[in-house]
């Protein structure tokens, strides 16, 4: 039986467009199993865009492929949820590619690099996506953008040690405390791995739940809203009400 993990994301505003992350678990769930794969994880990027810099899970399930060595291939929803940028699309399956890890879409054909014909369909579907997240991008943008400059949040995920009231950030109490305990390991000089391990020795789980990998814990440690730096596009606001680290 082949062993698969699979990759969900779902940007929190786009959810229409999108279906939800549980929408893509049960579809994956169902592929697997009417084909006999063992599922063996399921990496979710919830309220995140497609780029490359800002994708926890993403990170996460690339540390887990380094140090799992006898996972198959990734599986995913539609190849829109890997990405919907040509370039970045195309950057993960030759990083897959080169982990000899595959990659599955519930929706669309053999994904493989080997037959040219089916490379091309797939590069040809990735500027499908690029071009349907530019008429969303240009559709939702002008609105956050003003409450960006107005320091205002603007929608997309809620990350650790925060939560939406009223559509407004606010600090989250129990969450807060992870995320300064995790800095507070990283001046003690631990590695990411390390902090890591030392969360999921203590049973503190990640905001869904789900185990700690390096890449969750760099990307809290590279988050500039734990310093009070609100980000939206190219805007730049600060909130000094939001801060929960000075270094």
């Not at 291939?73 to 897959?96: G, N, S």
């Not at 499908?128 to 609105?143: D, P, Q």
């Not at 390991?185 to 990411?192: M, N």
């Amino acid at each position: 039986m082949k062993k698969i993990i699979a990759y969900c994301r779902v940007s929190t505003d786009n959810q229409k467009e999108e279906g939800t992350i549980e929408l893509q678990v049960e579809a994956i769930k169902d592929y697997c199993k009417s084909r006999d794969l063992e599922l063996v994880e399921i990496f979710k990027d919830e309220g995140i865009s497609g780029g490359l810099e800002n994708r926890p899970a993403l990170a996460d399930l690339f540390s887990f492929l380094e140090e799992v060595k006898d996972i198959d291939a990734v599986v995913i929803f539609k190849l829109d949820r890997l990405a919907r940028d040509l370039y970045i699309q195309e950057h993960i399956i030759k990083k897959l590619e080169a982990l000899n890890v595959g990659l599955i879409s519930t929706k669309e054909p053999n994904l493989a690099s080997d037959d040219p014909m089916r490379k091309a369909f797939r590069q040809f579907m990735g500027i499908v996506a690029e071009l349907e997240k530019s008429f969303i991008t240009m559709r939702l943008s002008g609105g956050r953008i003003n409450k960006a400059k107005k320091g205002r949040y603007a929608g997309g995920g809620v990350a650790i040690g925060y939560k939406s009231e009223g559509k407004e950030l606010v600090i989250s109490g129990e969450e807060a405390e992870i995320v300064k305990n995790i800095y507070k390991l990283r001046r003690s000089r631990k590695g990411l791995r390390e902090i890591a391990r030392t969360l999921n020795e203590n049973n503190i789980p990640t905001a869904r739940g789900g185990k700690w990998y390096a890449g969750t814990v760099k990307y809290i440690l590279e988050n500039p809203i734990y310093k009070g730096v609100l980000e939206y596009s190219t805007v730049e606001c600060k909130r000094p009400d939001l801060v929960l680290v000075t270094r």
